[in-house]
């Protein structure tokens, strides 16, 4: 049963209709991705309840950290997840696995290290990345229970993407709806009724992941997966196996990176004006993240598919789901864009009703967000592109423009010229020169596509 099942997905990415297979492998990817998205913001928004603005301020601050050490299983995960499809395209099993066991272990290895590194030295970093006097306490409290069970982000991260990889989307984003669900609930719990505050967001935060990564575990203890990567027999941490998998999670690692990064140098260019700019900046970050999030359900979706058929020589069937993506992509943006300029001060008022000057930025910043969500989004596609068909170099370059190359220097520049609205500037720039980049990439990559296309020819959709 559980072998026919998992070669029912793998018919539907080698056969099914390309619109309904999308639609299969994208949405639950979505879902799972907008709600876990939506947990941050519902967290946010439990915290503010407390009427604290430094303490809205500190989980800004460590989400950088924390999302540093996810890199990790993500790094892992999605590049896996690349190699792995191709393989199941090329009837490579045998490679799968290894690929599938090699990441999910050394995941777990390099987040348990990750981890204790960031708790020995917590202080030090939150101060690196922004933390101000009055918000450095709330900061290392958060923090400390954040990052000391973050093993269970680590894990999660690379689960969902060997999930994907094979179509198990279903099952990677109830995982994560588990766990965003739990954290909604809980939330109020240990914040409120139990009395314990900021410390009592970052429990209930630990345990919704933990028990969501054991249910995304659940999957592959149950043998209802076509790879086996719990197995250690299959665990082969060589050149032969990392290499491919590394070419193409480097990129997710150098954007996660930079990421973090460029937030940092966002915090510290923003305590320059107090508080309540980090506080407003925090609170548009994390509603940005939930669009982002949602595209990223998109081209998690895609890359399968991408992947599987182009590893066996299916390019028509490539082209197709291209071309759809990029068409939802833009008209999601599209709407989402339209409501978010026209309804910043309402949506930015639910976070704080009492401070007029984080009302004041988090509604510019909004609306500067707004004006290039489209851009931003095709920046998703193309890198999900990118990876899905084993090209780690347009990734990268892409990944260094968008984090690094492009929003680090506008977050030093802007803000001199343009004050505290060049803060909340840098990085709707930032993405609006890395769609230069990455149109320029993706022309390339569809002149590879019809080139490769040309030398096989016709082939079935």
């Known amino acids: 049963m559980s072998k026919g099942y998992a070669n029912a997905k793998i018919e539907m990415m080698a056969r099914g209709d ?7 492998l994208s949405a639950p990817a979505v879902a799972g991705m907008l709600v876990m998205s939506l947990y941050n913001v519902v967290d946010t928004l ?5 009427n604290d603005t430094a303490a809205i301020a500190a989980t800004g601050i460590v989400f950088p950290m924390f999302q540093l050490v996810g890199a990790i299983g993500l790094t892992f995960g999605v590049g896996a997840a690349s190699v792995i499809s191709r393989r199941l395209g090329e009837e490579d099993h045998e490679a799968a696995e290894r690929t599938g066991s090699t990441a999910l272990y050394s995941a777990l290895i390099l987040g348990i290290l990750f981890s204790l590194f960031g708790l020995i030295y917590m202080r030090s970093i939150l101060t690196l990345f922004g933390a101000t006097e009055s918000i450095l306490e709330s900061a290392v409290l958060y923090g400390r229970i954040i990052i000391g069970g973050s093993v269970f982000q680590v894990l999660s991260m690379c689960l969902n993407n060997l999930l994907r990889a094979e ?39 630990v345990i919704s992941q933990g028990i969501g990564c054991f249910y995304l575990l659940s999957y592959y203890l149950r043998g209802n997966g076509a790879l086996h990567p719990l197995s250690v027999v299959h665990f082969r941490p060589i050149p032969a196996i990392c290499g491919p998998m590394m070419a193409l999670g480097v990129p997710t690692f150098v954007r996660q990176v930079l990421g973090s990064i460029s937030l940092s140098f966002l915090n510290n260019a923003a305590g320059e004006y107090g508080d309540a700019a980090i506080a407003a900046t925090s609170i548009v970050f994390r509603l940005f993240m939930l669009l982002l999030m949602s595209l990223m359900g998109v081209a998690q979706g895609l890359q399968p598919l991408v992947g599987y058929n182009f590893g066996a020589g299916n390019i028509p069937r490539v082209r197709e789901t291209l071309r759809k993506v990029l ?24 976070f704080a009703s009492r401070n007029q000057t ?29 990876q899905a068909l084993g090209d780690g170099t347009s990734a990268l370059l892409l ?30 720039a930032g993405f609006l020169l890395a769609f230069g980049v990455g149109l320029l990439l993706f022309v390339r990559t569809k002149r590879m596509l019809s080139e490769r296309e040309e030398d096989s020819g016709p082939t079935e959709r």
């Open 18 to 24: 390309v619109g309904r297979a999308l639609f299969t």
């Open 46 to 50: 439990f915290v503010s309840l407390m």
């Open 167 to 205: 179509g198990a989307s279903l099952h990677s984003s109830t995982g994560q709806i588990l766990g965003a669900v739990l954290n909604i609930v809980l939330d109020p719990i240990f914040i409120f009724l139990l009395d314990m505050g900021l410390a009592g967001a970052a429990v209930a935060t």
């Open 327 to 350: 068409v939802t992509t833009v008209a999601f943006c599209t709407v989402a864009g339209v409501i978010f300029y026209f309804f910043a001060p309402g949506i930015i008022s639910i």
């Open 358 to 386: 984080v009302r004041e930025i988090g509604t510019l910043a909004l609306r500067l967000t707004a004006v290039v969500l489209v851009p931003t989004g095709l920046v998703l596609m193309f890198g999900g592109v990118f």
């Open 399 to 428: 990944a260094a423009g968008q984090q690094g190359l492009f929003l680090i220097p506008l977050v030093l520049i802007l803000p001199r010229i343009f004050g505290v609205a060049g803060v909340v500037a840098a990085q709707p």
